[in-house]
T-cell receptor, first 113, second 110 residues
Framework: EAQVTQNPRYLITVTGKKLTVTCSQN?????MSWYRQDPGLGLRQIYY???????DKGDVPEGYKVSRKEKRNFPLILESPSPNQTSLYFC????????????FGPGTRLTVT | AQRVTQPEKLLSVFKGAPVELKCNYS??????LFWYVQYSRQRLQLLLR??SRESIKGFTADLNKGETSFHLKKPFAQEEDSAMYYC????????????FGTGTRLLVSP
């Protein structure tokens, strides 16, 4: 089944403890993104990647890092999480070119205390 | 700058009533617009896109370039339509980028 998977789905952590949220897609898509979803603010793009080893900042990149060593994986790294990073995170992927439909993962709910 | 505005945070209607979820956009080029839907405990998924001019689950949306709007409509709401709806704009700034509105929660009561 074609899909985007994220792990973990739920995470509670403490301020400053490094964490990684994994994202994987099996559709051979070139383009992958990370979003955070907050009430009243909708979805905001954190980082995106156009292909392996090509990443760039989205609208709200502060406090986050990403890497794209393989086409299928796009992990989101929080080196020193803070409470304002408590949010619902979505990974998405799509092929380049043509109509721009994104395929979303199930989401990761992160709480930083 | 590209921007998508959804003025209503919550839209509450009764089953069988017409529904219109508003979306206005700001974009200097030729826009591609989408509606995404997120049902309870499910992932965000594409509902429809303006270039397809299709009707999905009874929903339609027409791009009005004069009013820069892309409102989502359904003549008779069903309880299973209750969900969060996001309007999104695809822009080109050296790469394709999706810009989302803040979303409208549709609640359809029996």
């Amino acid at each position: 089944e074609a899909q985007v998977t994220q792990n973990p789905r739920y995470l509670i952590t403490v301020t400053g403890k490094k964490l990684t949220v994994t994202c994987s897609q099996n559709m051979n898509h070139e383009y992958m993104s990370w979003y955070r979803q907050d009430p009243g603010l909708g979805l905001r793009q954190i980082y995106y990647s156009m292909n392996v080893e090509v990443t760039d900042k989205g609208d709200v990149p502060e406090g986050y890092k990403v890497s794209r060593k393989e086409k299928r994986n796009f992990p989101l790294i929080l080196e020193s999480p803070s409470p304002n990073q408590t949010s619902l995170y979505f990974c998405a992927s799509n092929p380049t070119g043509g109509t721009y439909e994104q395929y979303f993962g199930p989401g990761t709910r992160l709480t930083v205390t | 700058a590209q921007r998508v505005t959804q003025p209503e945070k919550l839209l509450s209607v009764f089953k069988g009533a017409p529904v219109e979820l508003k979306c206005n956009y700001s974009y200097s080029g030729s826009p591609e617009l989408f509606w995404y839907v997120q049902y309870s405990r499910q992932r965000l998924q594409l509902l429809l896109r303006h270039i397809s001019r299709e009707s999905i689950k009874g929903f339609t949306a027409d791009l009005n370039k004069g009013e820069t709007s892309f409102h989502l409509k359904k003549p008779f709401a069903q309880e299973e339509d209750s969900a969060m709806y996001y309007c999104a704009l695809s822009s080109w700034t050296g790469f394709q980028k999706l810009v989302f509105g803040t979303g409208t929660r549709l609640l359809v009561s029996p």
